[in-house]
């Protein structure tokens, strides 16, 4: 992923957000390229600063919370069943962490 700085406004915007890049302003650039059946095809994708950040660091911060943080409230506990002719309880986890109770 290539840093830039934008030179003039740019008809480009960021992909997961969708806002423009305007003149002095930063944004990455990638490139793709890949063959398929014989023929080159490629695709540029173009993200501001702020969602560089949040795509990079958003498995840190989801381990810090489900480590540190996750108090498992009782609207967020769901029973797993097996998957019989009858269905009976397995065990509970927590939705937003993923533990297993």
């Known amino acids: 992923m290539k840093r830039l700085i934008a030179k003039r406004r740019l008809g480009l ?3 997961f957000c969708n806002r423009t890049i305007f003149k002095g302003e930063v ?3 990638h490139r793709t390229v890949f063959t398929e059946e ?3 095809y490629g695709y540029t994708s173009y993200i501001c600063p702020k969602c560089k950040y949040k795509r ?3 498995h840190l911060r ?3 919370f489900k480590h540190n943080k996750c108090t498992h409230p009782k609207e967020f506990i769901d029973t797993k069943y097996t998957n019989e002719r009858c269905p009976s309880p ?3 986890y927590c939705r937003l962490c993923g ?3």
């Open 27 to 29: 944004y990455y650039k």
């Open 99 to 101: 533990t297993a109770f």
């Open 56 to 58: 990079e660091q958003w």
């Open 13 to 15: 915007k960021c992909e």
């Open 38 to 40: 014989n023929r080159v």
């Open 62 to 64: 989801f381990l810090i």
């Open 90 to 92: 397995d065990y509970d």
